[in-house]
């Protein structure tokens, strides 16, 4: 059973589109992390919310947490190719067993010139 | 955020060897983790390195098959023993300050076995 459900798994979109993923659960979270990840590389952190109901805003990135703190979105705006990535939502349970972290699926986006 | 070196980067190895893959940090963290990961895909977390103490390891992974070491705060390493094909993948390491500072990762050891 896949605790944090993240959707779609595969994006492909033309350069300036906007396109939204999903990170939803039944449980509830204390914080969730974005990363992404690029071939080669290791997943790099775009965001912690912690706050039911936080938006962060990182340039053309708008990140949503749940009011109930079970969900999150991750919205771009205008995609270029240099969003092309591996997306990952990862997320905290509230009872926190060991500071570890429930990953979603990944969703692979590809923005097209 | 740490810097956080892993070694190797890639290799390819032969059935029924071993590797240790090391991760090291610039500063002092309290937790570090090991994850694997198939290309595309997203990580499955293999175990919790505790300073001090054994490893923390999740549903499906052994001790014996993935031997992981902390020796202090700023070092681990994994072993994937006596490997086979199944076990080509990406391995990654990633450290966290506190039990809910956000966790940050090397960037990854790929393996194949051929």
């Known amino acids: 059973t896949q605790l944090l459900k993240q959707s779609p798994q595969f994006l492909s979109i033309q350069e300036g589109e906007n396109l939204t993923v999903y990170c939803n659960s039944s449980?509830?979270?204390?914080?969730l992390q974005w990363y992404r990840q690029e071939p080669g590389e290791g997943p790099v952190l775009l965001v912690t919310?912690?706050?039911?109901?936080e938006v962060k805003k990182l340039k053309r990135l708008t990140f949503q947490f749940g009011d109930a703190r079970k969900d999150s979105s991750l919205h771009i705006t205008a995609a270029q190719p240099g969003d092309t990535g591996l997306y990952l939502c990862?997320?905290?349970?509230?009872?926190?067993?060991?500071?570890?972290?429930?990953f979603g699926q990944g969703t692979e986006l590809s923005v097209k010139p | 955020s740490a810097v956080i070196s892993q070694k190797p980067s890639r290799d390819i190895c032969q059935r029924g060897t071993s590797l240790t893959i090391q991760c090291q940090v610039d500063?002092?963290?309290?937790?570090m983790f090991w994850y694997r990961q198939q290309p595309g895909q997203s990580l499955t977390l293999i175990a919790t390195?505790?300073?001090?103490?054994?490893?923390?390891?999740e549903s499906g992974f052994v001790i014996d098959k993935f031997p992981i070491s902390r020796p202090n705060l700023t070092f681990s390493t994994l072993t994937v023993s006596n490997m086979s094909p199944e076990d080509s993948s990406i391995y990654l390491c990633?450290?966290?300050?506190?039990?809910?500072?956000?966790?940050?990762f090397g960037d990854g050891t790929r393996l194949s076995i051929l």
């Open positions: 449980s509830v979270f204390s914080s």
């Open positions: 500063s002092q963290v309290t937790m």
């Open positions: 390195a505790n300073q001090g103490s054994e490893a923390t390891y």
């Open positions: 990633s450290v966290a300050v506190t039990a809910e500072s956000p966790q940050h």
């Open positions: 990862a997320a905290r349970l509230i009872y926190n067993q060991g500071g570890k972290l429930i």
């Open positions: 919310v912690v706050t039911g109901g």
